[in-house]
């Protein structure tokens, strides 16, 4: 047996007794690496004749490829073996439940403006947005509250340092709007904008609005949807059945009563207040049935009126020609009376476990035909 034959026979034989991959890579460095035997043997091709070199050089290379098709082989093994052992203890029960998504929930305040703006929407109504820092022309002037009007005063403003400049050249004292009525000023102008002669009117506009107040019922930032009809020949009448109307829808009950006050707002005139029958239920205010009945009181919902003649010519619109109503609710409120919340602050807290008591499911939106939302 030649030294190739008995060097190959003991390579093998290294091959195969290597316990693992650590001793199976010292086998190969010993034979293939830079120092190793193998290697040696190939480096002697170059001093070699010719003739001897046709006949070594391909016994040499011969035993290269056995013994790397070797190690190839056994690394091969080595590694579906640690496969083998991996499949056999990390074991997947598929029929473990998966971790649970944490799932989001709708806002009441949010799923409130929704159902209402539903139920307006059905009676016609559009939706419109104003910004929330306002001037103090649109929150005040020209809803007829001049700068020395003491309802100004009333409405408790946070205002901001500087003032801004306004189209006319003058300054305009800048402020977080304290009711949702400004955007009856800018919609009735870009109404104008759009149609010289003035159009029919008849939107909604839900959003913050915030004064300086604080306490279980009050909180410097809550939320309005202003209501505005602007038409030819509308009158109290109207006023009244809208309100009655959307009420019902939004309480789904039929046995609504509303009782209307003679009130005062700078902007409209006659100013209507509207209150609400409701029943006193275990500590609870169940909305429902004539405020005069036994057991029952009124609540105050909501202030009205007429939309008065100096606004609708403040807003560019000819009073003779046109009239209106307009309304302000706060949405809160009447997402605390739908919904049996008691405590106002907690609306903006932002405590997650409130949140997923009180919220709605985001995959239950309200509709009008299936019924509004159902809690989360
Ligand atoms: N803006 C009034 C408020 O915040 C409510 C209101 C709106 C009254 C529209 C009359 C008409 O109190």
């Excluded at 316990?19 to 830079?34: F, I, N, T």
Aim: charged share 25%; aromatic share 8%; proline share 6%.
């Amino acid at each position: 047996m030649s030294d190739i034959d008995l060097m190959q026979g003991e390579l093998l034989e290294a091959v195969a007794s290597a316990s693992d991959g650590v001793a199976l890579e010292s086998v190969r460095v010993a034979a293939l690496g830079k120092q190793g035997s193998v290697s040696a043997l190939l480096k002697t091709l170059g001093q070699m004749s010719p003739e001897q070199r046709q006949v070594e050089g391909p016994r040499i290379h011969a035993l290269r490829e056995a013994v790397s098709g070797a190690l190839a082989e056994r690394k091969a093994a080595f590694e579906s073996a640690a496969l083998d052992a991996r499949l056999a203890a990390e074991t997947v029960d598929l029929t473990l439940p998966a971790p649970e998504t944490p799932r989001g929930s709708i806002h009441p305040v949010s799923q409130v403006m929704d159902e209402m703006a539903e139920i307006f929407a059905d009676l016609g109504f559009a939706v419109a947005t104003g910004p929330e820092i306002e001037d103090d022309w649109h929150n005040f002037t020209a809803l007829n509250m001049p700068e020395s009007h003491p309802a100004r005063a009333m409405h408790d403003t946070f205002y901001f340092p500087d003032k801004s400049v306004a189209e006319d050249g003058g300054t305009r004292e800048m402020l977080l709007r304290t009711h949702t009525s400004p955007v009856q000023i800018r919609a009735m102008i870009a109404a104008v904008k759009q149609d010289p002669g003035g159009a029919p009117i008849r939107l909604i506009a839900p959003g913050r609005v915030y004064r300086s107040d604080s306490d279980a019922t009050h909180t410097p930032m809550f939320h309005q949807i202003e209501g505005l009809v602007i038409d030819r020949d509308i009158h109290l009448g109207h006023l009244k059945w809208t309100l009655e109307t959307f009420v019902k829808a939004y309480f789904e009950r039929d046995d609504i009563v509303l009782r209307l006050r003679p009130s005062y707002f700078p902007f409209t005139e006659p100013s209507v207040e509207v209150d609400v029958g409701y029943a006193n239920e275990g500590g609870r205010r169940v909305v429902g049935g004539s405020g005069d009945a036994p057991g029952h009181a009124w609540m105050e919902l909501l202030g009205s009126g007429m939309v008065n003649r100096k606004v609708i010519a403040a807003a560019g619109l000819d009073p003779d020609e046109w009239q209106g109503f307009a309304f302000g609710v706060g949405v809160d409120r009447l997402a605390m009376l739908k919904y049996g919340m008691n405590d106002l602050r907690a609306f903006f807290d932002g405590d997650l476990r409130w949140l997923a008591h009180y919220g709605f499911s985001a995959f239950d939106t309200p509709t009008l035909s299936g019924g509004v939302g159902t809690p989360a």
